[in-house]
């Protein structure tokens, strides 16, 4: 039974071996909602950005799973801060967990994230810097997008084998982000080649 301040618009799921199934039958990706009754994010969630028509369209192809706090998939998973946003492979492996809220221009990016990281898994590179791809295009404000180059660059390496590729998109996210952690994470002497 689903609760009534749950955001229209989205086909959701309540029973996680329901949900789990329909994922690997239909070879899909699942999000998963956790929420404390009352909490003022997981409002927000209801109110805004699930509500938001890119964020509806962008679940469409998602298996939906909302749960609240006191389920006994969300306890086994040590859950302490809510909202609590997971997603999961078609097999049920956890790919990204974010906690607290999230606004609509940081969610979509976020589930891109996943889908990217989902495409890396499976070796299908083009797909991945499809994915990491609109991150940086549609969203280069996002706290997510320094992230997204960085997958961009080891997708795109992944794909060409080409360490050009590689370090073009680094060199791009150390001038456009240079204060994230993903900057950071490329300052090592990778003995970057001149790109052109």
Request: with cysteine.
């Amino acid at each position: 039974m689903q609760d009534s301040n749950c955001a229209p618009g989205i086909v959701w799921q309540t029973e996680p071996e329901i949900a789990l199934q329909e994922a690997r039958d239909t070879h899909r990706l699942s999000y998963v909602f956790v929420y404390r009754p009352g909490c003022p994010g997981c409002r927000l969630m209801d109110e805004g950005t699930l509500r938001k028509s890119p964020v509806r369209q962008a679940l469409a192809h998602w298996v939906c799973l909302r749960l609240t706090e006191h389920h006994p998939f969300a306890q086994a998973r040590d859950l302490f801060w809510y909202p609590e946003h997971l997603t999961l492979d078609p097999s049920g492996g956890l790919l990204r967990r974010h906690s607290g809220y999230l606004p609509a221009d940081e969610f979509i990016p976020w589930l891109l994230l996943a889908e990217g990281d989902q495409a890396l898994r499976r070796a299908r590179y083009e797909q991945a810097t499809d994915y990491f791809s609109r991150v940086t295009a549609s969203y280069p404000a996002s706290g997510w997008a320094p992230e997204a180059v960085y997958w961009l660059g080891a997708a795109s390496y992944l794909a060409t084998d080409s360490a050009v590729e590689l370090h073009r998109h680094w060199r791009v996210l150390r001038q456009r982000y240079p204060d994230s952690l993903w900057a950071h994470k490329v300052q090592a002497d990778w003995r970057m080649p001149e790109v052109r």
